[in-house]
């Protein structure tokens, strides 16, 4: 029988999740469709409730409902609760389990782009829901250090705070955006989490050139998690000073992988995934 998968997001026409996943079950000649479900936040209770009622095989969370569908499910993984954030749910019988693929996906790109972060010191700049999912993905991932950077310190520093009791022998540590000179000269990678370089953001270039990534060592990585623009003012200027850079179609695409194999129990074809998200 054809199983159905979806997406739920308001709004969630401009997602790229269902063309990536189609194409992935088109690729492994797997019987199955993927929706996008527009859901207004009032109705996402129904919405969960009628996943159980469809037999909805798994689907995705997007913005705004990624905290709110926590407290809906059966069971939700240790690190997406400290995350905060479930972004996909995959169904065990008649139980819906929340997981978190962003931070393993993070991690997943980092290594293709042959960056591994056991034992490295990394800058996460925000303190927002992927910035979380980042410092999360890094700890699991043996970081030595983790440096998280907001322009309002007292948010880098609660974040911190909180998340230090998951984040394992990684040493958590907390910045002012506007005072990073220090942290990056010790840093291997930065990981840019806010949404400053978004596609259209008047700040974008300001704030890359406020970055001093002047004292980034020469061989550091530079990723912005930002996909649209592909190369944002900040990978634009890391690339400039010849350091290495990774856009976020890396994390978008293993995030989806990982979802999909856990829907699914096989190997995600990413090279057919990856074409469709470049289209
Ligand atoms: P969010 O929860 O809204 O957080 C945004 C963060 O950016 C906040 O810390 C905010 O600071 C900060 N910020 C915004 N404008 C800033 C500026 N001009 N200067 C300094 N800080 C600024 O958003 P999110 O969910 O974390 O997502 C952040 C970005 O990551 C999004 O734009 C999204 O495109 C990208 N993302 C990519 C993937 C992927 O798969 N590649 C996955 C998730 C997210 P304040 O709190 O002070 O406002």
Redesign the pocket.
């Known amino acids: 029988m054809r199983q159905v998968y979806g997406i739920l997001g308001w709004p969630v026409a401009h997602s790229r999740s269902p063309a990536m996943q189609e194409a992935a079950f088109r690729a492994l000649g797997i019987d199955a469709v993927y929706v996008p479900f527009p859901v207004r936040p009032e109705r996402l209770a129904d919405a969960v409730a009628g996943l159980r009622a469809l037999g909805i095989a798994g689907a995705n969370v997007t ?1 705004p409902h ?1 905290e709110a569908v926590i407290a809906l499910l059966d069971e939700v993984e240790p690190d997406a609760r400290a995350i905060g954030a479930v972004n996909t749910i995959v169904r065990s019988g008649d139980r819906l389990l929340g997981a978190n693929t ?1 931070a393993p ?2 991690v997943r ?1 980092l290594a293709e782009a042959g960056f591994e972060p056991k034992g490295t010191r990394a800058v996460v ?9 980042a410092v999360v993905g890094l700890a699991r991932a043996g970081a030595a250090l983790v440096t998280v950077a ?3 310190l007292d ?1 880098a520093e609660a974040l911190a705070e909180e998340l230090a009791p998951v984040s394992g022998g990684t040493a958590l540590a907390a910045a002012d ?1 506007a005072r990073l000179g220090e942290a990056f000269a010790q840093a291997d990678l930065v990981v840019q ?6 596609e259209g ?1 008047a ?1 974008a270039e300001a ?1 890359a050139a406020s970055l001093p990534l002047d004292a980034l060592p020469a061989q550091a990585t530079v990723n912005d ?4 623009p592909r190369e944002t003012a900040v990978l634009r200027r890391a690339r400039a000073r010849g350091l290495c850079t990774v856009d ?5 695409l293993h ?1 989806g992988a990982i979802a999909f194999e856990r829907w699914t129990g096989r190997d995600a074809p990413l090279a057919a995934m990856r074409t469709t998200l470049v289209r």
Not at 125 to 133: D, E, I, K, V, Y
Not at 193 to 198: F, G, I, Q, V
Not at 225 to 228: D, I, N
């Open positions: 913005l990624k962003d996906g993070l790109a700049l925000g303190a927002g829901g992927a910035a979380r999912a907001a322009r309002r948010r955006l989490a806010t949404s400053a370089t978004l953001r700040e704030f998690l930002v996909y649209e976020g179609l890396g994390m978008l995030q």
